[in-house]
Every structure is written in C-alpha cells, then in structure tokens.
T-cell receptor, first 112, second 119 residues
C-alpha cells in the first residue's frame, strides 16, 4: 500500500497562475480532505469529500476548487494563485468515522 | 461549528520526565472522537492516540495517555519518560460522527503545541 500520495512535494508559482495539487489514496477510503498549514494556525480545512461525487467546503475554501470523480483521487485546483496561498498543503483520507485520518507528506507551495 | 483550542504554543521537558499538553474543545454534540497527532520536522502527520467520547476510560498507547474530561470539554495528552524523538509539533483534533449531511467525519484541528525535549 502506498497510502496517501501527494504530488508535487514543492512548487513555486507566479501570482495569477493556476495549478492542480494531486492526491491519490489506494486504501478505498470514503473520506478525503484538503488542509492548509500556516504558522500559528494549525491545519485548516479547505474542502472535503465523503465519497465519489460528494464534496463540501471547509473553513477556508475561497480560491480553491475540488472534484471527486473516483474514490481514489481528490485533486485540489488553485484557480488564480495569490501570495496569501503560500502554505503547506496536506491531503488526508479516512475509512470511517471512528478512525483517524491518514495524511500525505504535504506540498510546500510558494506564490511569488 | 466545533472549535479546538491549544493554549500552549510551546512546551519543553527534560528527557525521561513527564509532560502534559492541554487541549479544550467546544461542541454541542454528544458523540465524537478526539485525536492527538504528532508532526516531527519531517512534516509527516502521525496519529498518536484517539479517544471515543462515549468511553469513560482514558486511552493509553505505551508512553502516551490522555486525560479526557467530557463535561469540561478537555482532552490533555501526557507523555511519560520523554525521549528525544518525542520532539515535534503536537495537534489536538476533533472528529464529528453524527450521521447525516456532508459534515460527517469532518476533522477540526487546534493550533498546535511545539514540544522541545532537552537531553
């Protein structure tokens, strides 16, 4: 099992560019989430999904889009990158409500 | 909406001694799960321990144990016999389990506590 795979691990974008952060899991988990981690603010939920075709907004969804066409994949799209989106992004997945989430290794994104 | 608060931005402990990290949360739900995650400098998020709200018995995993006070909405983590490898950022997290709606399974984190272990 690869667990939760995030790509890329590092990325530098220019303001206004768009990109997609990839997330894939091979554990057949229903639940998947995207978080951003900023100093002093913990991990904040961007978007999450409870199954293929079902997504919802988290705490900080503005500037990000998601879709979940398969159980395995949950990509995060930045529509028009801004310096405020400089952060470390984590994807996570879980099988059921009584389990902790399994996290990917993170993507460090810098927007200049 | 649920909130999780970790009031200690930084803590330190001597190797082999015991340290307690604090966490409080706010919820109107009666059933939920609580977790502690560890994030070492490698950035990887590692699940340390979990607690079911309907269980009165405090969870224990080797040197890690929790003090769960449901009425006070408090969930502290005790690390015994601290080791250098315990140095990390620790996050407290809350997971809703109420069925219905897309909020089911949503995980909310506190701000984190940086733990330093002195040799």
């Amino acid at each position: 099992n690869a667990g939760v795979t995030q790509t890329p691990k590092f990325q530098v974008l220019k303001t206004g560019q768009s990109m997609t952060l990839q997330c894939a899991q091979d554990m057949n988990h229903e639940y998947m989430s995207w978080y951003r981690q900023d100093p002093g603010m913990g991990l904040r939920l961007i978007h999450y999904s409870v199954g293929a075709g079902i997504t919802d907004q988290g705490e900080v969804p503005n500037g990000y889009n998601v879709s979940r066409s398969t159980t395995e994949d949950f990509p995060l799209r930045l529509l028009s990158a801004a310096p405020s989106q400089t952060s470390v992004y984590f994807c996570a997945s879980s099988r059921s409500g009584d389990r902790g989430y399994t996290f990917g290794s993170g993507t460090r994104l810098t927007v200049v | 909406a649920q909130t999780v608060t970790q009031s200690q931005p930084e803590m330190s402990v001597q190797e082999a001694e015991t340290v307690t990290l604090s966490c409080t949360y706010d919820t109107s739900e009666s059933d939920y799960y609580l977790f502690w995650y560890k994030q070492p400098p490698s950035r990887q998020m590692i699940l340390v321990i979990r607690q079911e709200a309907y269980k009165q018995q405090n969870a224990t995993e080797n040197r890690f144990s929790v003090n769960f006070q449901k009425a006070a909405k408090s969930f502290s983590l005790k690390i015994s016999d601290s080791q250098l490898g315990d140095a990390a950022m620790y996050f407290c997290a809350y997971r809703t389990i109420n069925a219905g709606g897309t909020s089911y399974g949503k995980l909310t984190f506190g701000q984190g506590t940086i733990l330093t272990v002195h040799p």
